[in-house]
């Protein structure tokens, strides 16, 4: 893995809104894997100042997103797709039905399921893929022990990611949703590129695990490690736990477009 570390999550989010506008530059109808959380927060800022002031287009582009919550009503506001319209397709000229989210009626989540992977591979494949990273190593919402090789499914989530994720909730662990459903570990690693963020103490320890741990589904993440092309950006908090720090490139002279 090519692993990057810089000095703030807004460095990161120039960094990778770089690699976003590459893509967009080089492609005739690029595919770009959405993720939400905090972590793609400093990019999506970036995006949309870029498509505002330098008229960088997402109009050719497809997006699909990693994950979504189940039993959300779909406007709600903490639903995925309401996430990243608010954060980012809303503010920017990708048209609506080029967003495609896992929307789902629980009972038709097998089936729709299916199609979603499906529909990924009929864009031609993700060029691009975001990700953050859970505590408990997750990458989307694949969460410990499920399979390297899984494909778009159901999960439950365990309570240290509902947990994490209540400060969406207003603070309330059950509010958040127990079951989702979430592009597969295998799926995942079908797009071309994949981007993992992390910033903070709190992702230190995934970090080292995926990065430097065994491959293992106890530890989600570390299934990237069979990825020829991904590329980890931490900030130095999320990157203290990591012991071989010689390997590690610091990028220190990334400057936002604007400043360069
Ligand atoms: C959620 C999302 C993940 C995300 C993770 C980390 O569980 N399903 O895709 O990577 O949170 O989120 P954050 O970036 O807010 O720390």
């Known amino acids: 893995m090519e692993v990057l570390i810089f000095d703030t999550p807004a460095t990161i989010g120039c960094y990778v809104a770089d690699l976003i506008q590459a893509v967009l530059g080089r492609r005739p109808e690029p595919v770009l894997g959405l993720a939400t959380g905090s972590s793609p927060g400093p990019t999506y800022t970036e995006l949309i100042r870029r498509h505002r002031d330098d008229g960088l287009s997402f109009a050719h582009a497809r997006a699909f997103s990693l994950d979504e919550y189940l039993g959300l009503p779909a406007d709600h506001e903490q639903s995925y797709r309401q996430t990243l319209r608010r954060e980012l397709i809303d503010h920017v000229d990708l048209p609506l039905d080029r967003l495609v989210t896992p929307v789902v009626d629980a009972l038709e989540v097998p089936e729709r399921a299916e199609q979603y992977d499906a529909a990924i591979a009929a864009a031609g494949g993700v060029d691009l893929q975001l990700l953050g990273i859970g505590s408990d190593g997750h990458i989307g919402f694949n969460e410990p022990v499920s399979s390297l090789g899984s494909r778009t499914r159901i999960k439950t989530l365990t309570d240290e990611t509902r947990h994490d994720n209540a400060r969406f909730f207003g603070g309330d662990a059950e509010a958040v949703p127990r079951h989702v459903i979430t592009q597969g ?24 695990a995926a990065v430097e741990g065994p491959l293992t589904s106890m530890v989600p993440a570390s299934a990237l490690q069979l990825h020829p092309s991904t590329t980890v950006l931490v900030d130095p908090a999320a990157a203290s736990a990591l012991s071989r720090r010689d390997y590690y490139e610091t990028v220190q002279r990334h400057k936002p477009s604007w400043q360069r």
């Open 185 to 208: 570990i295998g799926t995942i690693l079908e797009a071309r590129r994949l981007v993992l963020i992390a910033t903070g103490a709190g992702k230190a320890d995934a970090v080292a």
